[in-house]
């Protein structure tokens, strides 16, 4: 158990469902990310929040619409997504540490499958 | 953008072997990850490395920061059934602060009986 969690575990929609993934860390962390892991290929990072400020968008489709009310909770959400779009979802955390770079963790992941 | 080039892709290993898999860079990190990703789950951060030529252990896992900074290699003495899973070497993206992470493809690690 990371401290980092992500619900639901498992999502199954429709192209035409809209539908909300979760994120939540109680560590005190500043920063929280969205990456993206399809087979054979490496993760993508999707999106990154540093102290509820969006820093960065990796050219991630607008069908996908991240939010981070607080520096604890993290939300992506769909709509008309593609079968393309089936992947396991992950959500990170860290606090970014001078000189060291960013420790990030992740949560266990949201599978998700467009239908 | 930085690609991080991960060898082998898999591993087709007995019990009890010792194993070996490194990570290589075009550029130059100030900070190497390993991670281990089991099926179903997140990958799980094992090792940090913050210092070229650095050498640090976890339990039977080693893990080296290259000289170059270009490159770090993971060992695993003695591997058991657990070991199991894809083994990946992550980066900090070159905006350096909280811009997460690049990762390599990863290496499978297969066990067998």
């Known amino acids: 158990e990371t401290g980092v969690t992500q619900t639901p575990r498992h999502l199954v929609m429709g192209m035409t469902n809209k539908k909300s993934l979760k994120c939540e860390q109680h560590?005190?962390?500043?920063?929280m990310y969205w990456y993206k892991q399809s087979a054979k290929k490496p993760l993508e990072l999707m999106f990154v929040?540093?102290?509820?400020?969006?820093?960065e968008n990796n050219s991630v489709p607008s069908r996908f619409s991240p939010e981070c009310p607080n520096s604890s909770h993290l939300f992506l959400h769909l709509h008309t997504l593609q079968p393309e779009d089936s992947a396991l979802y992950l959500c990170a955390s860290s606090q970014d540490r001078v000189n060291r770079g960013p420790l990030i963790l992740f949560g266990s992941g949201t599978r998700l499958t467009v239908v | 953008g930085q690609q991080l080039n991960q060898s082998p892709q898999s591993m087709f290993i007995q019990e009890g072997e010792d194993v070996s898999m490194n990570c290589t860079s075009s550029s130059i990190f100030n900070t190497w990850l390993w991670y281990k990703q089991d099926p179903g789950e997140g990958p799980v951060l094992l090792i940090a490395l913050y210092k070229a030529g650095e050498l640090t252990s976890n339990g039977r896992l080693t893990a080296q920061f290259g000289i170059t900074r270009k490159d770090s290699f993971l060992n695993i003495s003695a591997s058991i059934p657990s070991d199991v899973g894809i083994y990946f070497c992550?980066?900090?993206?070159?905006?350096?602060?909280?811009?997460?992470?690049?990762f390599g493809k990863g290496t499978h690690l297969i066990i067998q009986p």
């Open positions: 560590l005190g962390h500043n920063a």
């Open positions: 992550a980066g900090p993206n070159s905006g350096g602060g909280a811009d997460g992470l690049t």
């Open positions: 929040y540093n102290f509820k400020e969006q820093t």
